[in-house]
């Protein structure tokens, strides 16, 4: 009975996969929704977005929903920063385990363009809000045995273009985590994100940035219980998307006494985040409040460096 709900689960996600390769493969193109585009996760953005096996936190609904079932307590994280010209990000997200099998999710995104000076046939100039988009998500994840994992997050858009035009559109991102028994340092991810409906201002309808994302992560190095705690991770991903083509993205992440965690990504086929580098910390404040910081430098070509950081806070039980 195990074996057959394994093998069934491992045939879904493998069709799920094909079906959707093929669609980014017959529609490939520009797509829209930038917000969608956007990894807020500096964690994720500091181990050169190689990230769906190893997606363990709040922001797991966001890369594999799968990925959440992971926590044993609430979490809830906060960022807002400046993308590489004017435009700015934001998010608030919160997850919570409500059984020992079943955690939910929610979060608010938010991107802003900047201002945008518009001049008409007088020659008066008119400043405008280029762009505002809103993304509200409602996720959850099953734990269906000690090795496999599934989630689902339904996502909500709302944008506008220059005050004047607003388009709305929905789409869901579904993902399956796999730690085998046999290996539990190995840990697989399957992830298609943004299947959904095209974005429309009224004119012509932009589809969806739709990908399919493979991932794995191993632990190659951890202590024993009873010596100071010294963890590396190595992680893997594969993507395809509508809008770009297959690539690989290669991370590391260590973790000191687990206070204390340095990472580092590339991105070999990415034409603007090349390598990257980040830290995080993370501390008991008080009783079982644990507080967490983390930051990523993305080193482009050409352009000017980002800079990403987040504060999350793990509730007590």
Not at 197 to 207: I, Q, R, T
Not at 295 to 314: E, P
Request: with cysteine; net charge negative.
């Amino acid at each position: 009975m195990r074996f057959n709900k394994l093998s069934g689960c491992c045939l879904s996600a493998l069709l799920l996969l094909g079906l959707t390769g093929r669609i980014c493969a017959e529609s490939a193109g520009t797509t829209g929704a930038i917000i969608l585009k956007h990894n807020y996760n500096p964690r994720a953005a500091a181990m050169g977005e190689a990230y769906v096996a190893m997606a363990d936190d709040v922001y797991a609904m966001y890369w594999n929903p799968a990925g959440m079932s992971f926590l044993e307590a609430g979490e809830i994280s906060t960022s807002f920063y400046k993308g590489l010209v004017d435009d700015y990000f934001g998010q608030v997200s919160y997850v919570q385990p409500i059984h020992d099998m079943i955690v939910l999710g929610a979060g608010l995104l938010t991107y802003s363009a900047g201002n945008f000076d518009l001049v008409d046939g007088l020659g008066n100039t008119s400043r405008l809000k280029a762009q505002r988009d809103y993304l509200a998500v409602l996720s959850g994840a099953l734990k269906l045995n000690p090795s496999l994992r599934i989630g689902l997050t339904l996502e909500g858009l709302h944008s506008t273009l220059l005050q004047d035009y607003t388009g709305m559109t929905g789409a869901v991102t579904m993902g399956i985590t796999h730690q085998p028994e046999a290996l539990p340092d190995l840990r697989l991810g399957l992830a298609v994100k943004h299947l959904g409906f095209p974005l429309s201002y009224g004119g012509a309808a932009d589809p969806l940035p739709l990908s399919c994302a493979f991932g794995l992560a191993y632990k190659v190095l951890k202590t024993p219980p009873e010596q100071t705690s010294h963890e590396l991770t190595l992680s893997l991903d594969t993507e395809l998307g509508r809008d770009t083509p297959v690539y690989v993205n290669l991370g590391a992440e260590y973790w000191y006494a687990g206070l204390v965690a340095i990472r580092a990504g590339y991105q070999p086929k990415r034409d603007l985040e090349i390598m990257s580098l980040g830290a995080g910390v993370q501390l008991a404040v008080v009783g079982d409040l644990i507080v967490k910081l983390d930051y990523a430098l993305c080193l482009t070509q050409a352009m000017n460096h980002t800079h990403k950081a987040a504060l999350s806070c793990v509730l007590p039980r």
